[in-house]
């Protein structure tokens, strides 16, 4: 166990979208994902007081309990809904009078679970998480993973499990209790967004198999559109499941050739790596194949009135556009040709505006978790103030 | 051979859609044919005046040949372009001074042609066709074919060859003659468009093979949009099959599973003959097959923005629609769902109208070529003067 560091720490951690794959991944498809450049940003400051602070302003939670209230779990691996039945129960006494809504609840309830079981029995340590996003929340971009593991490699940090964030090792260990954390708020997820949030880059899954990172694989200029139409993704999953069973000879075959656009997506890159192809050409596949997939998706029914629009506005400036993640509304990602003018963008930009939906200039494939020591003027009350405009912009000259 | 009617005569062929397998034909998928409600109208006048006249007002055609000056081929029935030299150079001779458009021209060519087949070696016979059409030209719906199915009928009558076009061996006849009106007109045709045009239901067909009739088949109502967005059908035909050359694992599946919509097609309606789905199950199987055709064609490259938003405006009532043909503009198909009031059907045309498209509400499946003799009212001179929309209303009560 190594000695926590004591500077506040600024970590951030990447959402995550899916670029191939999705729901053909729960037919035993492959499917490719990758980390977003929007971020959970998460301000971290160790103390001696014994207190255990979490304050996350964009979702309104703000919760601090003692240390020494707080049942312990030390280096219990299992599933936190394993735990012992009394242990469940006193942190369920501990959230008592937080009236959060489930998902905020959930977000207090992982911080504690992790408390639980990465704090020492004897320790007066204290600490104050405040965290920040530049993601949409429930919008399928992993929102809860990246906050998952910010908040991981923050504790990890905190009570000497890991004296870094940047060897493998310590990754390992950061992904291992991000996921501990989606346990707790989603029950059963895939690990997939963890994964992402932790390690970055691009990793391709098959539902079952383990996730391989996308050899090659480097980072693209992404317009990622939320379209804010709500959706449910378990109606939109069965509805592509009962088109299966109604019409298997003609969607099992649909649902082959996303598999093989998937595949397709990892050989491009070994070809760009290996330099077969140049950099244009990789583009051009990739926009080829996300025009290809987003149809696909489509025929499956899982498109939407929004996402359409989405992709005749982009797509008069020859921007090819799917959706991303469970459709039926939610978000669509576009790749940006290469070398389209920043000003064509800014075109296409506003006009997704005026149609009413949140349009994100971010990139695709870039770091999983980083820390950074803060520097004056990028204190937390900075983080907690500024806007989501500036955080994105002044955040990223950190 | 039998005595020619000598009553004015007006014959109708209807014109045609392909309902499913556009582009995957080319690659030895099935493909699914019907007739259009949109049809060919031709008046035929027998006199013993020994002149041969035809009149398609709609593209400006108007010609007239002595029947002695027209050279005589009796009984052939090979490809016209096989002809002897000498017969073809006496045809270009009487089409000497013919200034039309290549297509104009070679129905012109067509006409003669078939004369000179078809006409026995001595007759004071003469003839007067005219021909107004219902259907877009050069939008591929088969006009041609229609245009070469009633015009054999005409000529067949006329000389003797058949004596109704209501029995089978006549309709095989028929059939054969107005393909090689089409062979004249586009040198190499499936046969495809002629015999739809002659025998009207629906035919399924894979290149190489023989078209089969539909078991069951009946017809449905329609809307056809024209975007009028003009295209190469070379062109796309070429896209898509550059897109299997670079993406082969993608692109075949997408196409047996276009393949699989066909074979389903042809299911659904035998099933509705043996009355195991209702109708209304039936037209929502032939919606859902539309709607996954048409994303699997934009997958593959050939949709179009104007094609797009004919689907955006009839997708606001629920109406599903697919591009029927090369794609690229061009039209498209919109099955009309089971019950929907006519006032709604009214708006989506206005939309439509309004959008700058041309809607025609029609049906599928039809009848095939029909001859009835003209009564007082609908003489010749109503049937050349009369506006398109006057031709469909008052047609369809003859």
Not at 309 to 322: F, H, L, M, S
Request: hydrophobic content about 40%; charged content about 20%; glycine content about 10%.
């Amino acid at each position: 166990m190594t000695k926590p560091s004591s500077s506040p720490l600024l970590i951030s951690a990447p959402g995550k979208v899916i670029l191939f794959g999705e729901h053909a991944v729960v037919h035993q498809k492959l499917a490719v994902a990758a980390s977003l450049g929007l971020r959970t940003y998460m301000y971290l400051d160790q103390n001696t007081s014994g207190v255990c602070r979490v304050h996350l302003p964009d979702v309104q939670v703000e919760a601090s309990w003692s240390l020494a209230d707080i049942p312990r779990l030390h280096n219990y691996e299992g599933h936190p809904l394993e735990a012992p039945a009394e242990f469940k129960a006193k942190l369920d006494g501990l959230m008592k009078g937080h009236t959060e809504h489930e998902s905020q609840r959930k977000a207090a309830l992982a911080f504690l679970h992790l408390i639980a079981v990465l704090a020492p029995a004897n320790t007066e340590q204290g600490l104050v998480l405040r965290a920040r996003s530049t993601l949409p929340v429930g919008a399928g971009l992993g929102s809860s993973a990246s906050f998952s593991a910010a908040m991981a490699t923050a504790l990890l940090l905190t009570f000497g499990h890991i004296s870094s964030a940047s060897d493998p090792a310590s990754l390992e260990t950061i992904n291992r209790y991000a996921f501990m954390a989606e346990q707790v708020i989603h029950g059963n997820p895939s690990g997939l967004d963890n994964s992402v949030a932790t390690f970055g880059g691009a990793k391709s899954f098959r539902r079952g198999g383990a996730f391989e990172t996308l050899e090659g694989f480097q980072s693209l200029d992404l317009l990622l559109t939320n379209t804010k139409v709500p959706r449910s993704t378990s109606v939109l999953v069965a509805g592509v499941g009962a088109k299966k069973t109604t019409y298997p000879t003609i969607v099992e075959p649909m649902l082959d050739a996303i598999d093989q656009i998937s595949a397709r997506c990892k050989d491009a890159f070994l070809r760009r790596k290996q330099n077969a192809i140049s950099q244009q050409e990789l583009l051009a596949e990739l926009e080829d194949l996300v025009d290809i997939n987003h149809c696909l998706l489509h025929g499956l029914g899982v498109s939407h009135a929004s996402l359409e629009q989405v992709r005749a506005i982009t797509g008069e400036r020859g921007i090819k556009t799917k959706l991303t993640g469970a459709g039926g509304g939610g978000c669509a990602l576009s790749i940006v040709p290469h070398g389209l003018p920043q000003k064509e963008i800014e075109t296409v930009k506003a006009q997704l505006a005026a149609a009413g939906y949140d349009c994100y200039q971010t990139s695709l494939g870039g770091l999983g978790i980083t820390t950074s020591v803060l520097t004056a003027g990028q204190d937390e009350k900075w983080l907690m103030e500024a806007s989501r405009e500036d955080l994105e912009e002044r955040i990223l000259t950190i």
